[in-house]
């Protein structure tokens, strides 16, 4: 588990952060935050540098599009979804949870 302070989480993009020795990769979607997996499903290759657009997260590699709602893939090159870790949000701190 490791908590971060909500300002360290971009209003629009993503940031990689450390949770016990394993980067992950937050975001907002809405007023939601949300702590993934940083490796793309597509060919396991990171995501840092993804973008984050109208509620979906494009990989900067071959431009695979997931839904941020659900972690579901968006696009015809692979089937998997993002893997999504628990996130509680309290006040100004973001807990999250592997
Ligand atoms: S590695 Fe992400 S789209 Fe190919």
Do not use: W
Not at 40 to 69: I, N
């Amino acid at each position: 588990m490791a908590t971060i302070p909500l300002s360290q989480i971009p209003e629009s993009g993503a940031s990689i952060i450390e949770v016990e020795g394993k980067r992950v990769l937050v975001c907002r979607n809405g007023n939601a935050v949300l702590a993934m997996d940083e490796t793309c499903p597509h060919q396991d290759l990171s995501l840092e540098g993804a973008r984050v657009r109208r509620g979906s997260l494009f990989c900067p590699h071959h431009g695979a599009r997931f839904s941020l709602e659900d972690g579901r893939s968006l696009s015809p090159m692979t089937d998997c979804p993002l893997k999504f870790y628990p996130v509680a949000v309290s006040g100004e701190e973001v807990e999250i949870t592997l």
